[in-house]
């Protein structure tokens, strides 16, 4: 039984040579449809963080959340939790429906599924938003800058 990632020379498939993030997806180098570098996508993240945290305190502010907490300390949690449920389901409802978030819009960068996963989109969705609230799986990535989150959703981001 041979190995695929060997051929009898004992060089690398060429399948997996790696040129570019995205060549192995068959996505373009540049322009729309190539990935996007990190820092674009980490404006992204940070505007749909923001967004979720301002109708977190909004909420808090207007009396839906937090009624009667008065320790500055439960109130900054409280609101901190809700941000989070809040940027999870943004996250899952925009990209479910539209392929990208407000932020990620802003910065033109849209999620694009790869073709390994079989599952509904929003069940994809899902999955990726959930890892991604849990941070540690998204800070880890390969060559194609794709996080375990979009690896197990099997998603990538992309430009438009």
Do not use: Q
């Not at 945290?53 to 008065?70: P, T």
């Not at 999955?127 to 996080?147: F, H, Q």
């Amino acid at each position: 039984m041979t190995d695929k990632r060997r051929s009898g020379t004992g060089a690398a498939d060429p399948d997996d040579d790696f040129r570019y993030r995205g060549n192995r997806l068959g996505l373009p180098e540049s322009g729309s449809g190539s990935v996007p570098g990190v820092g674009r996508r980490l404006v992204g993240l940070a505007l749909d963080w923001t967004l979720a945290l301002l109708i977190a305190w909004g909420a808090y502010g207007a009396g839906l959340i937090g009624a009667g907490i008065s320790v500055p300390e439960a109130a900054t949690t409280l609101i901190g939790n809700t941000a989070l449920v809040v940027f999870a389901a943004m996250n899952i409802l925009l990209l479910t429906l539209f392929g990208t978030t407000v932020g990620r819009r802003i910065v033109g960068v849209g999620i694009t599924a790869t073709g390994e996963r079989s599952w509904p989109w929003f069940v994809s969705m899902a999955v990726r938003t959930v890892l991604l609230c849990l941070v540690i799986p998204a800070v880890i990535y390969d060559r194609d800058t794709r996080g375990l989150h979009d690896r197990a959703a099997g998603t990538v981001a992309t430009r438009f």
